[in-house]
């Protein structure tokens, strides 16, 4: 039967959700923002991809996640508070489901553990993958890229800390300049040697992943 509804020319991407741990109650959330920009600038319908307990391994995620990534065009891993365990990742590691999973703010290892696999399954399908915030050192992770615990103890020209005493959604407008690489993928894209970002983190990357090419 033809769907009739069915317009194959808008790819579907999907984005991970996060885990909100509130009065006890466990959600899954994802920021408006991220939805209203790539349904503008991007053109695509979007999928919300749901967390994961420790309660399946993680071969058996993966093989969920094979039966519905099949149907996607394309991966995208948002930002978050919460700070990444790169323990996940960890490909030799049993997965277990323990109260101190999420902790507001801190900690989120069921959008880690989603992060986990979904980036190898879109990496066997060879699939597009756009990483943003947590996003992108979740990338760098699975790849084998290190990452700083807390970048507040640095001393650097760049504060990565939301600015105090200013509306949520202001905390995100851009703060600083950086430079794109000229030989890159990103530069033809962007068409400028420069761009004005903000950079709200409190771990860093100090070591990309295996094949991880920096474009800016």
């Known amino acids: 039967m033809t769907n009739k509804y069915f317009d194959a020319t808008r790819a579907v991407v999907g984005v991970a959700a996060n885990r909100h741990l509130h009065d006890g109650v466990h959600r899954d959330w994802l920021r408006r923002r991220y939805i209203e920009a790539l349904e503008r600038y991007a053109s695509v319908e979007c999928v919300i991809i749901p967390t994961i307990d420790g ?47 999420v902790v507001p703010g801190e900690r989120d290892r069921p959008r ?40 507040s103890v640095l001393t650097q020209s760049v504060s990565h800390s939301e600015p105090p005493n200013v509306p949520r959604d202001q905390q995100y407008l851009p703060t600083h300049t950086i430079s794109v690489i000229p030989v890159g993928r990103l530069s033809p894209i962007v068409e400028s040697s420069e761009l004005y970002v903000n950079s709200l983190h409190n771990q860093g990357i100090t070591t990309v992943g295996a094949g991880v090419q920096i474009e800016a």
Do not use: Y
């Open 55 to 101: 309660n399946l391994s993680r071969e058996e995620n993966l093989r969920k996640f094979r039966d519905v990534m099949w149907r996607l065009d394309g991966l995208v891993l948002t930002g978050d508070e919460s700070n990444l365990d790169p323990n996940i990742f960890d490909k030799q590691l049993a997965w277990h489901c323990t109260a101190e999973d």
């Open 112 to 151: 880690d553990r989603l992060s986990s696999v979904a980036l190898s399954v879109a990496i066997e399908f060879d699939m597009p993958i756009l990483g943003i915030c947590r996003g992108l050192q979740e990338m760098s992770v699975h790849r084998g890229g290190k990452l700083h615990p807390d970048l």
